[in-house]
T-cell receptor, first 116, second 113 residues
Framework: DTGVSQDPRHKITKRGQNVTFRCDPI?????LYWYRQTLGQGPEFLTY????????KSRLLSDRFSAERPKGSFSTLEIQRTEQGDSAMYLC??????????????FGPGTRLTVT | GEDVEQSLFLSVREGDSSVINCTYT??????LYWYKQEPGAGLQLLTY?????DMKQDQRLTVLLNKKDKHLSLRIADTQTGDSAIYFC?????????????FGKGTKLSVKP
């Protein structure tokens, strides 16, 4: 078990460009979460998947953001028409989904996005 | 709404105990967590406590939960320089059925040799 991995670790992009991040969860985990962390703040929940189904989206997730988990394994998070306010660390976490919950969430190293 | 509050800084000497405090608002929280984040890294799960427990001990870590006051603390015994990091308290939203976590802003622990 190699833990949660994320790619890329760093991304610098110009405002208006699209970016896509990938997350590979721990293999036996069926839940996958995306969080965003800005400087000096704790992570904020964006969305989560149970297998391939996207079950909840935060109001932070504007319509420029889309997340997928097509086969219930890895997930991608795409940001279209990036804005400077999108600059943040994007964290992925995974957990087992147990009835009545939880749900120890294990985090990846994050993707740091800088929008210039 | 749900909110998690932590003091922002704590400084201790190596070998002393550190106590990091947290208050939360969601009385339906089922689990409360402590995560550690080192510079430029993701979050490492340290420990968690179920809301029907008062205390949990795991090696140098002791978690105390006062559910009446909605107060959570993390005690690190014999603090080492390697413990210097930001520590986040988090509660599970919707009583744990959804699992997404609400985090505090983090407490930066500095350990002086």
């Amino acid at each position: 078990d190699t833990g949660v991995s994320q790619d890329p670790r760093h991304k610098i992009t110009k405002r208006g460009q699209n970016v896509t991040f990938r997350c590979d969860p721990i293999s036996e985990h069926n839940r996958l979460y995306w969080y965003r962390q800005t400087l000096g703040q704790g992570p904020e929940f964006l969305t989560y998947f149970q297998n391939e189904a996207q079950l909840e989206k935060s109001r932070l997730l504007s319509d420029r953001f889309s997340a997928e988990r097509p086969k219930g394994s890895f997930s991608t998070l795409e940001i279209q028409r990036t804005e400077q306010g999108d600059s943040a660390m994007y964290l992925c976490a995974s957990s087992r989904g147990l009835a009545g919950g939880t749900l120890e969430q294990y985090f990846g190293p994050g993707t740091r996005l800088t929008v210039t | 709404g749900e909110d998690v509050e932590q003091s922002l800084f704590l400084s201790v000497r190596e070998g002393d105990s550190s106590v990091i405090n947290c208050t939360y608002t969601d009385s339906s929280s089922t689990y409360l967590y402590w995560y550690k984040q080192e510079p430029g890294a993701g979050l490492q799960l340290l420990t968690y406590i179920f809301s029907n427990m008062d205390m949990k001990q795991d090696q140098r870590l002791t978690v105390l939960l006062n559910k009446k006051d909605k107060h959570l603390s993390l005690r690190i015994a014999d603090t080492q320089t390697g413990d210097s990091a930001i520590y986040f308290c988090a509660e599970s939203y919707n009583g744990g059925s959804q699992g997404n976590l609400i985090f505090g802003k983090g407490t930066k622990l500095s350990v002086k040799p």
